[in-house]
C-alpha cells in the first residue's frame, strides 16, 4: 500500500511538472534570433551597431591602464589576476536613428563565445572610453560614436588554443527578439 501512495505521488509531479513546464513555454517561448553578420548593420530601438573591429590582447594590456586590478577568485583561494587573462577589445560604431529623449542603455548588451555568455568589464570599460564612461549614452539623431567593449576571459574558462576556433557574438537584446551580431572569429 506504501509503495503504491509514493508511484501515484510520483505520477502527480511529474505530471504537475510537465503540465507547467508546458505552460510556461506556451507562454514565454523562445525568442526568435536575428543575427547580422560581421561588418554588417543591426539596427534595434532607434540606434544602428556595427562592429568595426576584434582585437585580442594578453592581460598585460589591463595592467598599464589598471596596476594590479582584481579579477575575483577562482577554485579554492587563487585569484584571478588581470595579468592571466585574456582580453577581447570589440570596437563597436553605434548611431542614433531617431530624434527621441531616450539614452543608449549598455547594461543589457552582453558577448556569447559558444555555451558561454557573460557582459563586458565595466570596470575596464570606464577606463578605456573616457568619453563614454557611464552605460547610458545620451545621443542626437544621427550622431555616431565608437565604443570599446572589453571581454575579460580568464584561464579556467577559456584554453588559448581553442579560442582561434570561436566565433564572438554580441547579444544586443535578449527578447522578445534576440538580436545578435556576429563579431568574427577569435
Known sequence: ??????????????????WRYIA????????????????????IG?????????????????????????????????????????VLLADIRVTKLDDSDDY??????S?????????FDKDVYARINEEHRDLYINMR????????LPIVLTKDVFVENNLSEKELCLVLAYYP?????LAGRI
Open 46 to 86: 532607434g540606434y544602428r551597431f556595427s562592429v568595426i573591429e576584434m582585437e585580442k590582447q594578453d592581460g598585460s594590456y589591463i595592467e598599464s591602464i589598471m596596476p594590479n586590478y582584481f579579477l575575483g577568485y577562482g577554485n579554492g583561494e587563487d585569484a584571478f589576476r588581470s595579468k592571466d587573462a585574456t
Open 111 to 119: 558577448f556569447e563565445i559558444g555555451a558561454w555568455s557573460n557582459q
Open 1 to 18: 500500500m506504501k509503495r503504491k501512495i509514493i508511484v501515484v505521488i510520483c505520477i502527480v509531479a511529474i505530471a504537475l511538472f510537465a
Open 141 to 148: 539623431k544621427d550622431e555616431s560614436t565608437t565604443l570599446t
Open 177 to 181: 527578439v534576440k538580436y545578435v551580431l
Open 104 to 109: 543608449l542603455d549598455l547594461t543589457s548588451v
Open 24 to 43: 510556461l513555454n506556451q507562454q514565454y517561448p523562445s525568442p526568435p534570433t536575428v543575427y547580422a553578420a560581421a561588418r554588417e548593420d543591426l539596427e
